[in-house]
């Protein structure tokens, strides 16, 4: 008898091991069900298999590994970061779980709780390169570079040829100012990879920050070859904009691109929203990063400020940092709804501006950093547009209209955009006039001679080309009391100019250099100049803006893309139009003519100080009317049925 308790608990034993097993047995069934479905790109299938194979056998980390990333696939990411925690908590030494996790948490936008992920494998797990490359990405995220470097080299320390680990690696040093030695790490990935478009691109845009010209014309001629044979999977749109590129050249760029990254986000399902009733308050979306102290709130908040609610429901989609800055606050004052982004997914934030019934979605960023197009890729609203962030045309199919103006969207070149074309009277460009305009400081405490000519541009150092420098040069020497006032925005590229200047034979005295200030005081000292010189192919823009606000003439060549005509539209709405030039000889010329004639100079600052707040270009009031008005043409089409078609000014 002493026996039979143990024996029977032993059968016992062995019952709930045998169901265990069947349970197990059943469980991997599903388990490699849903590996044929995920091979087979059936994700919703897969999600369904994994999930009945973690309900059968919880405690099984693979199986919750597929299963998060199926829900991933799905961009499920709160429940694919929910299944992943499971995962990574059963077993801290598994390297896929740990990396599955973080990168469910960055997907969204969430890189402190990723770096806490990262940290918290178990230190004695061997680290692969991909660990390192996602662990450094985070790090840059957060803007954390000097430590995101040390993880970017142990990457390729494992696996010297990894691409990402090289690329990433050159985004670092490019944040740091090292551009001359970012473009040496792009110019490892594009020897791994002969028809990179983007390395390619970024080997160009990185000797442009540095303004190092000895083989531009070879690696931008590289480019464009690579981009005509269509053979790279992605391209830089905005550093070509940059680059001796045409409008034809630019679309080809942008589709590609778009193609790539834009590849697989679907549409929310369901209908859009019927339209607004005739006489119903139209809901316009602004999508940005840059609703804090940059230049397109600077740009935009007087706009803001200005639209009709009478006729307009005005939300902003922020996911921008926040900076506590007084433009922050008038921009968040500007608006009836701001709504904080910056945590969400994409698909998230698309559905909240679903749910808000967005009828107008204007994207604010375009191909430039920070940019979440993806957004617009799940068509959150029935009329999406793209607008002033980015001066060129997208290549995707969700986004409908881009905004611009004659000058700089002429219909003539409706074929070079993918986007309908929508006008604004005079210029694209909202101004703020409510901002001040300081005194000038004083010239001595810039380090500008007293009664020298100050030719000046404020422009950034990647657009600075090296035929637009020669004509610099050559209008230095035929003024030889002038000097040459530029931005510095890196040490690098000042160097190389003034070595530049010498070899065009000009003392690189003449040049003078302006470090970054704030806002109010760069139009302070902007007043001390006496001539803005543009750039081309890329030309001023804000700072066009600026040294027009400031009373400063410009001169600049318009040139046969969005970017390189911008100065030229903001000259027509400042009734300067005279100072727009088509070839750079007569750029050349026109600088000469009116850097030898003071009093000239003198008579166009004073028109301008004249006009300050009556021309269209500073006109906020009529601006934000212009603007609703083409608003309200985009959604009368879609009220009578009809669809986005080109709204000449």
């Known amino acids: 008898m002493k026996h039979a308790l143990p024996m029977a608990l032993n059968g016992r034993f062995a019952a709930q091991q045998a169901a265990h097993g069947r349970r197990f047995a059943a469980a991997e069934a599903f388990w490699r069900k849903g590996l044929a479905q995920a091979d087979a790109l059936d994700w919703a299938a897969a999600e369904h298999s994994f999930a009945r194979a973690v309900e059968l056998a919880p405690r099984d980390v693979l199986f919750w590994i597929n299963l998060a990333n199926a829900q991933r696939k799905r961009g499920e990411f709160r429940t694919a970061t929910e299944s992943a925690r499971r995962a990574f908590e059963l077993d801290r030494a598994n390297l896929l779980a740990c990396k599955l996790y973080a990168t469910c948490l960055s997907q969204q936008h969430r890189y402190e709780d990723a770096l806490a992920v990262y940290a918290a494998l178990d230190p004695a797990t061997p680290r692969d390169h991909e660990y390192h490359v996602e662990y450094g990405e985070a790090l840059y995220q957060l803007?954390?570079?000097?430590?995101?470097?040390?993880?970017?080299?142990?990457?390729?320390?494992?696996?010297?040829?990894?691409?990402?680990?090289?690329?990433?690696?050159?985004?670092?040093?490019?944040?740091?100012?090292?551009?001359?030695?970012?473009?040496?790490?792009?110019?490892?990935?594009?020897?791994?990879?002969?028809?990179?478009?983007?390395?390619?691109?970024?080997?160009?845009?990185?000797?442009?920050?540095?303004?190092?010209?000895?083989?531009?014309?070879?690696?931008?001629?590289?480019?464009?070859?690579?981009?005509?044979?269509?053979?790279?999977?992605?391209?830089?749109?905005?550093?070509?904009?940059?680059?001796?590129?045409?409008?034809?050249?630019?679309?080809?760029?942008?589709?590609?691109?778009?193609?790539?990254?834009?590849?697989?986000?679907?549409?929310?399902?369901?209908?859009?929203?019927?339209?607004?009733?005739?006489?119903?308050?139209?809901?316009?979306?602004?999508?940005?990063?840059?609703?804090?102290?940059?230049?397109?709130?600077?740009?935009?908040?007087?706009?803001?400020?200005?639209?009709?609610?009478?006729?307009?429901?005005?939300?902003?989609?922020?996911?921008?940092?926040?900076?506590?800055?007084?433009?922050?606050?008038?921009?968040?004052?500007?608006?009836?709804?701001?709504?904080?982004?910056?945590?969400?997914?994409?698909?998230?934030?698309?559905?909240?501006?679903?749910?808000d019934g967005i009828d107008i979605l204007v994207d604010l960023k375009g191909f430039t950093r920070g940019t979440r197009m993806h957004i617009l890729g799940h068509r959150p609203a029935p009329i999406q547009v793209e607008y002033l962030g980015y001066p060129g045309t997208t290549g995707t199919p969700f986004i409908d209209y881009v905004i611009g103006d004659p000058v700089v969207t002429p219909l003539s070149m409706a074929d070079c955009y993918s986007e309908k074309i929508a006008q604004l009277p005079n210029t694209y460009q909202p101004n703020d006039r409510r901002r001040p305009l300081p005194d000038a400081t004083p010239r001595a405490a810039l380090g500008l001679p007293d009664e020298a000519l100050v030719l000046c541009c404020f422009n950034a150092n990647y657009k600075i080309s090296p035929q637009v420098f020669e004509r610099w040069c050559a209008i230095l020497r035929a003024v030889p009391d002038s000097v040459l006032w530029l931005y510095e925005a890196n040490v690098q590229a000042s160097r190389n100019l003034l070595r530049e200047a010498q070899a065009h034979g000009v003392d690189p005295a003449r040049l003078v250099f302006a470090p970054f200030v704030a806002q109010q005081r760069h139009i302070a000292r902007l007043r001390n100049a006496d001539l803005f010189l543009d750039t081309l192919p890329y030309n001023a823009h804000t700072t066009a803006s600026d040294a027009l606000w400031a009373g400063v003439p410009l001169v600049t060549c318009a040139g046969g893309t969005f970017a390189s005509r911008v100065a030229a539209s903001l000259l027509r709405a400042a009734d300067m139009g005279e100072l727009v030039t088509t070839s750079l000889d007569d750029y050349q010329a026109l600088a000469i003519a009116l850097a030898s004639d003071r009093p000239r100079l003198a008579a166009l600052r004073a028109r301008l100080e004249a006009g300050r707040m009556t021309v269209p270009l500073f006109d906020s009031t009529a601006f934000a009317r212009d603007l609703e008005a083409l608003f309200a043409r985009m959604a009368e089409r879609r009220r009578l049925g009809l669809a986005p078609d080109h709204l000449p000014a």
């Not at 749109?237 to 590849?263: G, H, I, K, N, V």
């Not at 139209?282 to 709130?297: E, I, K, Q």
């Not at 698309?350 to 749910?355: D, L, Q, S, V």
Request: aromatic share 8%.
């Open 143 to 355: 803007n954390r570079y000097l430590d995101a470097v040390p993880q970017f080299i142990a990457a390729f320390t494992c696996k010297p040829d990894y691409l990402p680990a090289h690329a990433r690696l050159a985004n670092t040093l490019a944040r740091m100012g090292m551009h001359e030695e970012a473009a040496e790490c792009y110019r490892t990935v594009a020897v791994l990879a002969p028809d990179d478009a983007q390395a390619l691109g970024n080997i160009v845009h990185q000797t442009q920050y540095a303004c190092r010209w000895d083989r531009l014309a070879e690696d931008e001629q590289r480019l464009h070859d690579v981009i005509e044979r269509g053979v790279s999977w992605q391209t830089p749109p905005f550093a070509y904009l940059a680059m001796d590129s045409t409008a034809r050249q630019q679309l080809l760029c942008a589709t590609t691109s778009a193609r790539w990254e834009f590849q697989g986000i679907a549409p929310l399902p369901g209908a859009h929203h019927a339209p607004r009733a005739e006489g119903e308050r139209v809901r316009v979306g602004y999508l940005s990063s840059d609703f804090h102290h940059h230049a397109t709130a600077m740009l935009m908040v007087d706009v803001l400020e200005q639209h009709d609610r009478a006729r307009f429901d005005v939300h902003l989609y922020s996911y921008s940092l926040q900076d506590n800055s007084a433009l922050r606050q008038r921009v968040i004052d500007a608006s009836e709804h701001f709504i904080e982004v910056g945590e969400l997914s994409n698909r998230d934030v698309a559905e909240r501006i679903r749910a």
